[in-house]
């Protein structure tokens, strides 16, 4: 065990031997039940990772190298709790002169406050006729969060269906899509166990996460948006998860949309991992990767009888689609978030595993036929050319099957699963050039 000089001596660092730092981690998700969720960089020394412990807890886990008297390098992992965490027991001597992680979060604050401020003026909306709102509404019998921003209340509504499932945007997504608010008023909502409707709701909302459910909540929000913004109907964007909300919620109530947009689109929930999977290998082996091939060919193709496989495949589709930086920024963001604390930004972590432990059961098992066939409304999808999650072919092929009025299917070059963040200009530009015309 080492000693750290920013902590109290009373706490302990444990040192975990491990060569490999990939092998640290898959140890500490299968000792302690952690979720890899960020990792930034794949070696020493910079390398960082943050995991999430089920339900209240959520764990910083800060890879570093040292060397050992037989000047062998190992990888030594530090465990600081920023939520939920252990208290130690301190003499009035040792906590003042000893410094604290509660005492660096402390002294951290006022920078926090800073950039909230900062990015409250540079991201507000000042247009004479714009609208920044964020509230609760009555969805499904509890409080939902949601937030409506656009810089002239004239352009269409936009409702954003975020992914996960459980990863809200609204802790970053002032960000994210601000360069979406000449165009579009745009609508993010924290679905049903996540982000701030979680925080508000508590896990005893749990038990009513369901794809049905969702649908509905979907649907009344839906009817909510034109009564409440003086519009016939809305546009509707789904993105990974969201991407089967939308499909669901477009088939349930058509006339309440002018279009609905997948993008990470899931087009068939039974072999996606298994195409992804192929085409991760596929790429490995081109570009000769050795430790990719050699953990991929560990786990081997799904379906796979742990958490340990789906973690290893998501790894590295993260790392070929260069989605790792994506993912840390958002956290950044969230962090400097105007109007949010790091109780919103722990829900925020929470309700992403609450969700995927009631949902990813079922959409696992969900019946591609379910997703296809007719559509009442436009329908167009927008993908990552190198998209490793949801492959870009499966989503081609799933376009090419369906009826709708009106149809595309198109990529973003250079860009995968998260092509809607990683290309927002492009993005953006493919969605008004489909969508725009359908209203005007």
Known sequence: MLSNRSMPRSIVIPELAYPDIGDAIDWLCKAFGFTLRIRIADRPPNCSIILCAPYRYSARITISMTANPSTMLRSTSALLFICGAATASLTAQEVSSARSEAGEFQRLEPALQFLRTRNARDYA?????GIDDATYVKIGGIEQWITIRGEDRKNPVLLFLHGGPGDATNPWGYAGFRDWLKYFTVVQWDQRGAGRT???????????ITIDRMVQDGVELAELLPKRLQKDKIVLVGHSWGSILGVFMAKARPELFYAFVGTGQVAD????????????????????????LRELQEVGPPPYADRKGFAVQRKWSNLFEGADAFLASTLGFALAAPGYSLGDINDWFEGQNVSAEHLVPQTSVLDPKLLAGDFAVPLFVIQGAEDFT??????KIYVNSLHAPRKAFATIEGAGHFAVFTKPDVFLQELRARVLPLIR
Request: proline letters at 9%.
């Open 269 to 292: 929930p039974l072999r996606n991992y298994a195409v992804a999977y192929a085409a991760l290998i596929e790429r490995a082996s081109r570009e000769g990767n050795s430790r990719a």
């Open 198 to 208: 979680f925080g508000r709701n508590g896990p005893a909302a749990a038990s009513t």
């Open 125 to 129: 909306v000042a247009t004479p006729n």
């Open 390 to 395: 949801t492959p870009a072919g499966l989503a």
